[in-house]
């Protein structure tokens, strides 16, 4: 049935096509007919928020007024790193956002007062008629996906898969209304959020932002949140204290083959619906104004593109009259269409396109010309402002004060207040899952010696994992959390209160016999894109944590692991070298709640017991991520639901398999791909200065690296030397990793490159493995054999780099480039490839 389905789907997006290509009569036909295919699946939504008929009058007459140009603006979403207030002046953008990572001034460190200056700017701009000839108000847009967590010193809530576990509806409308009310602080009016996607392959970087493989929490939650961040209808709808939403991604962004981001739902209508579209019913039945175009595919066609689904499933049959707002340059990926020239969006059903980087002009200019050529009709771009000025009205934004002068505006002391801290610190609590507690091991005695160790224990950036602060949610620091908790902070507060002691041991070692160990590790912070895997095994050929907690055992010491992850993952050996194992997910700030439920008090009481549940099923081998393909059959290790509660019997045995048989060979090691691959970090050096990349620009003396846009958002990255000092960037890794897979004669290193410019005489590939240990050779030579300014992979054998000096077995870094000269060096792929069969460069 699936595969007749997803024929007919091909069938049909082929015959529209055709039909209309050929202006064939029998194109109203096909429109009826899918019209009615929706129907009989879809429901008919009725929405909280009715038209009004008074606000409707109001909107005609302003369309009546406004020329093509004011209307195509209005669709036009750029990004802050890529426009000015006066291009928004001159413009009159319907809208504009942030996106990960970027901040006003593109600083960090920027303060609530510089957000804030920022949205005050931007609005007056756009109210400001001297130039575009209008003063519509425009919207700030803003990725607030747990917590408002662009912002240094907001509340951090758990990433959605521990809020799954916790299964509490009410709790996360109330995590919603906090986010809300810390985001009308910096004077923003929408957050893109929920995201409701319901993950069916945990191979899927963007597992974490699922809520569960159940398709009814997804519903409930969104609702949830819809509720939590606009307000209820009838109450305090889009009052001063609510911003706009947006339920994202439409649809099926988790159903793609293999966990692919931004790939391809292959899949029938009836799943797509059934288990993808959930989060819809729920958010738009609560009132949801926005929704956003999803990345990927259904069954070949980019939905970005998709009418069927964006124009008569969304807006025809589920009756949603808010507007459609595009992803990061989405509509660049439709066939046909570059980020600069897409009318094939427009005519889809998309109404707002986001198009960051300077393409967003082209677009605007190539949209106005394709409506005058009848290549998009009016009325459709009538239809989508319509639906933009609806939203901004029942929001109240052509009524409301400038955003520097709104009711929460500048009140900074809610940003991380201590009542919305104790809102995130409840969430961890219920949000953790016990699966093994041997012996009841926990909940710990706060009196004895705890030794707590691990690359997890003192690291807040790890504990919140991506989307904090940065995109990926690399390069922070606890500095980077002003009034956050690490989990080892949590711990030691507790116990030092109640006459016990915590010792820090990252790396486990001790003195003194400890009564326990708490030993917290997993996976570093990740985004989309760059956290889809292989397979599932946590140790992917580093055991260096199942180390830890073996030699732990060894010295008679109780462990008891705390296992931080965006997904469930293959951790057998990890959990029989474990007396009692916790999965905390990805808890956020404030790391004092997982304290509250493994401690008890000072009086041998319990705190808080476990009541989080497992939202996605636990793997029982690391190939087992396809959620689809679970059943009797092929059981997981622990179902969806499972969770222990104290005095409940571990079911988990201590001698789980270990091994597995293995279902592909060695795969290839992206070392960058759209950005560094944890654990490896983009270090940049000038002279003695040394900074690791966390901005999207950044400069160390004389070099500069930047991101850039080449096929996806920022997948890119510009070296610029300055000639001054000798300057270098190289991917690091915090440890010394194993690579010794990678040493067959056919494994390379490949880096695709452009090179702008005349090569330098001196230039050096650098790979190092500890002091005294590495490799160190001019690459001026091979490098001069690279076309100018144009992409080009080049292949190093790393057998060659072995006897030349490389240590595969503990390789600090990866791949480096060093020079004194001024020159131009770009790359958007680093990569160990397991059998290669390019010709290799041999350097010896």
């Not at 109330?174 to 319901?198: K, L, Q, S």
């Not at 109450?235 to 159903?255: C, M, N, P, W, Y």
């Not at 497992?614 to 622990?638: G, V």
Request: glycine residues 10%.
């Amino acid at each position: 049935m699936a595969l007749h389905t997803i024929h007919w789907r091909k069938s049909a997006v082929a015959t529209a096509v055709l039909l209309t290509l050929a202006g064939c009569s029998e194109a109203p036909e096909t429109a009826a007919n899918e019209a009615a295919q929706a129907q009989a699946l879809w429901p008919a939504i009725e929405s909280p928020v009715k038209q009004d008929a008074e606000l409707e009058q109001r909107i005609t007459e302003m369309l009546g007024q406004m020329t093509l140009e004011q209307k195509v603006a209005q669709m036009i979403q750029p990004e802050i790193r890529d426009i000015t207030v006066e291009d928004m002046r001159r413009y009159g953008f319907g809208s504009y956002l942030n996106g990960g990572g970027a901040f006003p001034n593109d600083d960090k460190y920027a303060t609530p007062q510089d957000w804030i200056q920022l949205a005050e700017d931007m609005y007056q701009a756009s109210v400001d008629d001297s130039l575009d000839g209008i003063n519509i108000p425009t919207m700030w847009g803003t990725d607030a996906v747990h917590g408002h967590n662009n912002v240094i010193g907001a509340t951090i809530f758990p990433h959605n898969i521990g809020l799954g576990a916790a299964n509490n509806p009410d709790l996360i409308e109330e995590i919603a209304t906090v986010t809300a009310r810390e985001v009308m602080v910096t004077g923003i009016d929408w957050v893109f959020a929920p995201t409701v996607a319901n993950a069916q392959n945990l191979r899927w970087g963007r597992t974490y932002e699922s809520y569960s493989e159940d398709p009814n929490i997804i519903k409930a939650y969104s609702a949830s949140i819809v509720r939590g961040l606009q307000g209820s209808v009838g109450k305090d709808f889009l009052s001063e204290q609510r911003v706009i939403s947006t339920v994202k991604h439409f649809v099926g962004d988790g159903a793609t083959t293999d966990g692919i981001d931004q790939g391809n739902a292959e899949i029938d209508e009836q799943t797509l619906y059934a288990l993808h579209a959930q989060g819809y019913v729920g958010g738009l039945n609560a009132g949801a104004q926005t929704v956003m175009a999803s990345f990927n595919s259904w069954n070949g066609v980019k939905i970005h593109g998709h009418d069927y689904l964006l124009t008569d499933v969304l807006k025809q049959q589920m009756g949603f009259d808010g507007f459609v707002v595009g992803d990061w340059n989405g509509h660049g990926q439709i066939d046909g269409c570059r980020n600069d020239n897409c009318p094939q969006a427009a005519n889809a059903g998309l109404d707002m396109y986001m198009v960051p980087t300077s393409a967003w002009k082209p677009l605007y200019e190539n949209l106005i010309q394709q409506v005058r050529d009848g290549v998009i009709a009016e009325s459709r771009v009538d239809d989508a402002v319509r639906r933009i000025l609806r939203v901004k009205m029942r929001a109240g934004l052509f009524d409301k004060a400038s955003p520097a002068q709104r009711p929460l505006a500048g009140r900074t002391e809610l940003i991380g207040s201590d009542e919305h801290r104790a809102v995130a610190r409840e969430a961890v609590r219920q949000s953790l899952v016990l699966l093994k507690n041997h012996d009841q091991l926990l909940p710990l005695d706060p009196k004895q010696r705890i030794l707590v160790a691990g690359s997890g224990a003192d690291n807040i950036g790890q504990q919140s994992g991506g989307w904090t602060i940065s995109w990926q949610g690399t390069g922070n620091t606890n500095e980077d959390f002003p009034g956050g908790t690490s989990i080892y902070q949590g711990i030691a507060k507790q116990v030092s209160a109640a006459g016990g002691e915590a010792v820090l041991s990252v790396d486990g070692s001790f003195t003194e016999q400890p009564d326990v160990a708490v030993v917290v590790f997993g996976e570093q912070p990740y985004a989309e894109g760059n956290g889809d895997i292989d397979n599932l095994d946590y140790q992917r050929g580093n055991a260096t944590d199942l180390e830890l907690l073996r030699r732990l055992k060894a010295a008679g010491v109780p462990v008891v692991t705390l296992f931080i992850s965006g997904r469930p993952m293959w951790v057998n050996p990890e959990v029989n070298a474990s007396d009692a194992f916790v999965a905390v997910w990805l808890p956020g700030s404030e790391g004092e709640g997982v304290a509250d439920v493994i401690l008890r008090d000072a009086n041998g009481a319990v705190q808080y017991d476990f009541v989080g549940r497992l939202p996605f099923s636990w793997p029982a081998d690391p190939n087992q991520a396809n959620r689809m393909l679970i059943d009797a059959q092929n059981p997981p290790l622990l179902p969806v639901g499972f969770g222990l509660s104290y005095g409940d019997a571990t079911t988990l045995s201590d001698a789980l398999p270990e091994t597995y048989e293995a279902t592909v060979e060695t795969a290839d090691l992206a070392i960058f791909d759209r950005a560094p691959q944890a654990p490896w970090l983009l270090e940049l050096q000038s002279g003695e200065q040394k900074q690791v990349m966390e901005s999207s620009v950044q400069s160390v003396g004389t070099l500069t690296a930047r991101t850039f846009d080449d096929q996806v958002q920022e997948d890119a990255r510009r070296i610029q030397f300055g000639g001054g000092d000798t300057e270098s960037f190289q991917f690091v890794t915090p440890f010394p990793r194993d690579l010794r897979a990678y040493g067959d004669a056919n494994a390379a290193l490949q880096v695709t490159v452009k090179l702008a410019g005349e090569v330098p005489e001196d230039v050096a590939l650098w790979l190092s493995c500890g002091a005294d240990c590495g490799v160190d050779a001019n690459i001026s030579e091979q490098l001069q054999a690279v076309a100018d300014n144009s992409w080009q992979t080049l292949s190093f054998n790393l057998q060659c780099l072995q006897q030349a000096g490389l240590d595969l077995g503990a390789v600090a870094s990866v791949f480096g480039v060093r020079t004194a000269a001024e020159w131009s060096f770009s790359f958007n792929d680093v990569r160990l490839v397991a059998d290669s069969d390019a010709e290799a460069i041999c350097l010896q």
